[in-house]
């Protein structure tokens, strides 16, 4: 079922790499990064006004350094217009008719006023927002003052493509009518089912009038539409320019992007999976600054004082003698206030969620581990042998120090700890895995193979540079078998096609990977500044280069297609790169010189096997239909605000829905434990052994997984090269 609530601020692209390498000096951005000031050009960015400075600032960066530069002329303009006109309203319930026509006046414009470091466009549609904004807020409350008809015949579009914008202010407030109507519908439906199931299970039940029940659906749409607004009203014109420029920059490629200073401490914190400060989510309700959760391992955690719903309304430093008040503060503001430097201390006077008693507390800031960001590792049995899966959601690594905590540390030292345990065969699970550090993803192939080639990169115009695991170290040279999906991109895509390209590991997934074959750098535009007085300019994201297999194909649009196919829920959705707007084209270069591995006997039958096995599979087969069937349901946007029709639609997709319940209630014979180290700390931290269960449970019922262990007890190693190595380890 659609989802009411749409926020039209992009969430932060999660999918991205930084290529660290000791030769980057071939590249013409990094000569330019290689300056502190501006220095390296005759062009100065002197403009006072700072919008205009970071139009001008990023525009040049791109001109200079992306690796398929645009030219900023009037088809490019025209494409950054749709982008941002649509990213600022999607669902059309803002913007009228005539306020398209007085944007579309730019519409061939933007490159001009770009290169003129002109302001007018976006200054139109910003104060026309916050005036449609303003209006929007009073039409949903007139709306939800009323009690909804639900036996009218109606429908709603849920998909803003599908609809033209308004001409009146009677037709935007039928528009908002029928999207409160269709919230308010799915919450009214769902108290009717509720009320229902009570009934059954107490006969002396008295049942809620459906008066009563349709009063409490709209006060739930009301608080709904109260949080979303709270949300907007914290947003400042800098967070709706962020979004001007982004709609510029993504223009060049889906995955070059503008980070305002916020945005980069986020993104920073996602590739490091560390932050510094107390160890709290926090979320803004109703003008209150809650604890959404505690963070296991981090300072509140310890401290045992703050809980999950507990409001934090003051906030004092060590070296300060008054608090700040924080409530009706802007979240980020709020935010900043809390967070700080480890060792430095902060008072929180906090409003208790059980009682609602107010109480101080002191907590000595400290560096925070966000666990769910690292690789997890679980061992199992089959057949008296014993296999380990490690989990990696991304390859992440520490901007600042990579020599600290990152995903091939953390690798190399699980699977030394599974040997230990005796292992016999290996999963690595990227399903899901986005990406991250390209130096990071070669440090983790280097894990597998003796020496050689794990990727080649190439910048626009510049010679090929292939990128080698030079260690001859070989950490598991054993079995191994790669997990992956149609959201594996990126450096997921360059592990499993190395591996693949070697026939290193087996393969097993969708039948391609994401498809995202470029490399970026995360630029700092304060560097280009010389005796910068604008205060923090953020950061740009910007493609450099792709990357290719060392067979010399390209992962970008074409993905790693996996040597076992098997379906999943998004094998009929498309989120691929070869589905965004703008990616860049596929193309090819020479391979690399790279030696097949010789450790296995039996590869390709091992991969036969799997085949015919997932063929058979009656747990494969209810997952392609219901993928096929979730296509369906995500095709259709129109829905009927008839309660009687709603109903029976949702009585006929429940009973299509249990056809496939198989699929939660499949179970495999094995079991999974943690290693020892970590059952070491499930001692002191019951939080992380109840991920862990949780984790195991899923995997028990996992049969891509299941079907992993069985490839890997297919493999057989070439015990003559076994033997041969072992000897020579003696000899040495």
Not at 468 to 495: C, M, Q
Request: glycine residues 4%; hydrophobic residues 35%; aromatic residues 10%.
């Amino acid at each position: 079922m659609a989802q009411f609530l749409m926020y039209f601020v992009q969430n932060l692209m999660t999918k991205s790499m930084r290529y660290m390498k000791r030769n980057l000096k071939i590249l013409i951005l990094a000569v330019l990064m290689a300056a502190t000031s501006c220095s390296f050009t005759t062009k100065k960015f002197d403009d006072p006004n700072k919008d205009k400075l970071l139009i001008d600032l990023i525009t040049y960066v791109l001109s200079q350094g992306h690796y398929d530069a645009k030219e900023i002329n009037d088809d490019f303009s025209e494409k950054v217009y749709k982008h941002y006109i649509a990213s600022l309203d999607p669902s059309k319930r803002f913007f009228y008719k005539e306020d398209i026509e007085e944007f579309e006046k730019y519409k061939l414009l933007i490159d001009d006023e770009i290169n003129n470091k002109e302001l007018n466009f976006f200054d139109l549609t910003y104060s026309k927002l916050e005036k449609r904004n303003e209006e929007a807020k009073r039409l949903y409350t007139e709306i939800l003052a009323e009690p909804f008809d639900f036996s009218k015949e109606e429908d709603f579009v849920a998909d803003g493509d599908d609809l033209d914008y308004v001409t009146s202010k009677s037709e935007l407030k039928e528009r908002w009518r029928k999207q409160l109507k269709f919230s308010t519908l799915i919450n009214y439906y769902d108290l009717k089912e509720d009320e229902k199931n009570k009934k059954e299970n107490d006969p002396d039940y008295t049942m809620k009038s459906d008066e009563e029940l349709e009063k409490k659906a709209r006060e739930t749409t009301r608080n709904s539409l109260s949080e979303y607004f709270d949300l907007t009203d914290d947003l400042e014109r800098k967070d709706y320019f962020s979004v001007f420029i982004n709609a510029v920059v993504e223009e060049f490629d889906p995955h070059t992007y503008y980070f305002a200073p916020r945005d980069k401490d986020r993104f920073d914190i996602q590739m490091s999976g560390k932050i510094e400060g107390i160890g709290a989510r926090l979320q803004k309700k109703n003008d209150d600054i809650t604890i959404m959760d505690v963070i296991s391992g981090g300072p509140a955690w310890k401290s045992e004082e703050l809980d999950a719903g507990d409001v934090i309304l003051k906030v004092k430093q060590e070296n300060e003698n008054e608090p700040v008040n924080i409530s009706g503060m802007r979240l980020d503001d709020a935010v900043d206030l809390i967070k700080g430097p480890k060792g430095s201390k902060v008072t929180l006077t906090v409003r208790k969620k059980l009682l609602g008693n107010i109480e101080q507390v002191t907590l000595t800031r400290d560096l925070v581990e966000l666990e769910e960001t690292y690789a997890k590792t679980a061992m199992v049995d089959k057949d008296g042998k014993h296999y380990g899966i490690i989990n990696l959601p991304k390859f992440y690594f520490d901007m600042e120090d990579y020599n600290s905590r990152n995903a091939a540390s953390d690798m190399r030292k699980d699977i030394i700890e599974l040997k230990e345990q005796g292992m016999d065969g290996l999963v690595v699970d990227l399903r899901n895995n986005g990406g991250g550090s390209l130096k990071t993803v070669v440090d983790i192939a280097g894990l597998f193979i003796e020496k050689g080639p794990i990727v080649q990169v190439k910048s626009n115009g510049e010679r090929k540079e292939v990128l080698n695991d030079e260690d001859s170290e070989i950490v598991w040279d054993g079995p191994l078998v790669i997990l992956v999906n149609e959201l594996s991109a990126s450096a997921s895509e360059i592990l499993a096609a190395a591996m693949q390209d070697y026939k290193r590991a087996v393969i097993i997934g969708s039948k391609q990977t994401y498809g995202k074959g470029t490399v970026q750098n995360v630029v700092d535009l304060n560097r280009w500044l010389r005796n910068n007085d604008y205060g923090d300019m953020g950061a740009l994201k910007i493609t450099t280069q792709k990357f290719y297999r060392v067979n010399g194909g390209s992962t970008q649009l074409e993905g790693v297609k996996s040597d076992v196919v098997v379906p999943d829920r998004y094998s009929y959705v498309d989120i691929g790169e070869k589905d965004q707007e703008n990616p860049l084209p596929w193309d090819k270069i020479d391979p690399a010189d790279y030696n097949i591995w010789d450790g296995y006997v039996g590869y390709e039958e091992a991969i036969e096997k799997s085949k015919q096995r997932m063929a058979k599979s009656e747990q494969i087969k209810l997952i392609e239909q219901n993928a096929q069937w979730i296509k369906e349901q995500s095709e259709d946007d129109t829905y009927s605000l008839n309660f009687d029709r709603y109903a029976a639609d949702a009585e006929k997709n429940r009973e299509v829905a249990k056809q496939y319940d198989a699929l939660k209630d499949y179970k495999t014979n094995l079991s999974f434990t943690s290693l020892p180290y970590e059952k070491q700390l499930f001692k002191a931290d019951s939080t992380l052994q109840e991920k862990r269960e949780r984790w195991h449970k899923d995997l028990s019922r996992d049969v891509y997984v299941e079907e992993a262990i069985n490839v890997l007890s297919d493999i057989k190693r070439n015990n003559i090269k076994h033997k041969v190595a072992d000897s020579d380890k003696l000899k040495d």
